[in-house]
């Protein structure tokens, strides 16, 4: 069973972004699942497109040109078009490694650790279908905005699924999400500058006062998207973990999202946070 507030409880869990990915290894593949196991993330993010056959696969949306060389995306593919691709590597070299479905994945981490389930808003039916079909409700973490329509629809559909909201900039709902008919955790903080709530020692103890957890987004998707006020990932490679990861920790953050998840588990686990 994977109670992530049981697993908050003594220590800062670290959430690896598309799994661990580099040279070879594309990311939101199988192999950069099992690295980021061998590297000791608690959690895996990944990411769900769909076929035009309705097949679910571990994309991230949008990024064919990116990974695939496709100007066609996934959602406009058939399953033989999505198959015959290979994904690029870091140099953007084709690799072996084809589209996997989102059903291996979760065969793949099935016991091993909490899947973050991302773009779920695309396709929740379907995605709580895969999930209950390979019996790992407990195993499964998605999120949505801070919505009215969403709660609604996790309250008929996954009110025993792990929910938590993405919480941008403010966070308008957790207290009341709180004593919904949900299994409601707390909220991804997404914010842009210093004095945001997010930023505060306060924000995160009110919310443990309130049984929620929070998760902070430390990855650089781009530089002009600002997940965490600056207290990133690249401030590690910067020899500045401690404005970064270390800020965030000491916040009173219980989840961190990262692409160094052996980097931040060392870090933390050298600060006493894990």
């Known amino acids: 069973m994977f109670d992530l507030r049981e697993m908050c409880s003594d220590k800062v869990l670290v959430a690896a972004h598309r799994g661990t990915w580099a040279g070879n ?6 192999m950069s699942y099992r690295a980021a196991l061998s590297e000791g993330a608690d959690i895996v993010e990944l990411d769900v497109s769909r076929s035009l056959d309705g097949t679910l696969y571990c994309f991230h949306p949008k990024m064919e040109p990116v990974f695939l060389k496709s100007e066609k995306l996934i959602a406009q593919m058939h399953d033989d078009e999505v198959r015959a691709l ?32 991302d773009k779920f808003p695309f396709y929740p039916e379907e995605i709580i279908r895969a999930v209950r079909r390979h019996d790992m409700a407990d195993q499964a973490l998605v999120k949505t905005d801070q919505e009215e329509k969403w709660y609604q629809l996790m309250e008929q ?11 941008r900039d403010t966070d308008r709902d957790s207290e009341m999400l709180s004593s919904r008919a949900l299994h ?13 709530e997010f930023n505060t020692p306060e924000y995160h103890e009110r919310m443990h ?7 902070a987004n430390a990855i650089v998707f781009n530089y002009k998207t600002v997940h965490s006020a600056g207290h990133t990932d690249d401030l590690y490679t910067m020899g500045r973990p401690d404005e970064g990861w270390g800020h965030l920790a000491a916040l009173g953050y219980n989840m961190i999202q990262t692409d160094w998840a052996g980097p931040c588990i060392r870090y933390l686990t050298e600060k006493g946070y894990r």
């Open 25 to 30: 290894i594309p990311c939101n593949t199988l």
């Open 86 to 117: 290979h994904l690029a590597n870091a140099e953007g070299a084709e690799t072996q490694y084809s589209v996997p479905l989102f059903d291996e994945a979760l065969e793949e981490l099935k016991g091993k650790c909490v899947i973050n389930i």
């Open 157 to 167: 559909l996954a009110p025993d699924i792990a929910y938590m909201t993405f919480a």
């Open 184 to 196: 409601y955790l707390g909220a991804e903080a997404l914010f842009k500058t210093p004095e945001s």
């Open 209 to 215: 006062r309130l049984g929620l957890l929070t998760w």
